[in-house]
């Protein structure tokens, strides 16, 4: 019985993933330095903490993370002021069902919680969330389970009663070692062998999430609250 969905909020509501891969590739190219997608897919999943951790034993420990994700944050904020927010196609529609059934929503991002508050507040999803969860708010995000396990706390609902949805590869392990339903939406990464075998669900589109739960509510699988 699925209780409560928890989403990711960087490749899954909004396409912000593909603005932050554009913008470190930009400023690895200025600052000459080599290699950067390895960095950058990486990276996707994982909170400040993890992230300069990867790129310094990546790189080495001379690589300049404070002075990189500074000029990175400029290059993408640029992006945004310039064409806005990149809402993900099915994200309201979807949203706007799971608050009509009356399911727990959450949502467990590796951003940090000032920056995922301000994102929901543009899109004006800020209504449709019971917790949200940034990833300053554990000590280690994704792939740890912390911000999967955090969230269904603040729910108060079982993991195994909860379904993430991901795009990530970490984001998968993260909801995956919390014990949690893993549904997948690839974005920019797509699923290996490894990956496929944690899954409840792949879909290609928020669209085939929201066709996905329509099936579970019709056969009673979904959690119905007493109003």
């Given at each position: 019985?699925?209780?409560?969905?928890?989403?990711?909020m960087d490749g899954i509501l909004f396409d912000t993933e593909r603005l932050s891969v554009e913008s470190w590739i930009e400023v690895a190219?200025?600052?000459g330095l080599p290699d950067i997608d390895k960095g950058v897919y990486g990276c996707i999943g994982l909170n400040r903490t993890d992230c300069r951790i990867?790129?310094?034993?990546t790189y080495g420990q001379d690589f300049p993370y404070d002075y990189f994700r500074e000029q990175t944050a400029a290059v993408f904020q640029r992006k945004m002021a310039k064409d806005g927010l990149p809402v993900m196609k099915g994200a309201g529609e979807l949203l706007a069902w799971l608050q009509e059934k009356?399911?727990?929503?959450?949502?467990?991002?590796?951003t940090s919680h000032k920056t995922v508050e301000s994102h929901l507040q543009q899109a004006g999803f800020t209504g449709f969330f019971q917790a949200v969860i940034g990833g300053d708010m554990v000590e280690h995000s994704k792939p740890q389970p912390d911000i999967y396990l955090k969230a269904c706390q603040l729910l108060d609902v079982e993991p195994g009663n909860a379904a993430a949805i991901e795009d990530s590869p970490n984001g998968i392990r993260s909801a995956y070692a919390a014990g949690m339903l893993p549904v997948m939406v690839p974005d920019l990464v797509k699923p290996d062998p490894e990956i496929e075998k944690?899954?409840?669900r792949k879909c290609d589109s928020?669209?085939?999430?929201l066709e996905?739960?329509?099936?579970k509510d019709k056969k009673g699988e979904l959690y119905q609250p007493r109003i």
């Open positions: 019985m699925i209780e409560a969905i928890v989403f990711d190219e200025r600052l990867f790129l310094k034993e009356g399911l727990k929503v959450a949502l467990a991002s590796s944690m899954l409840y928020l669209f085939a999430v996905f739960l329509e099936e």
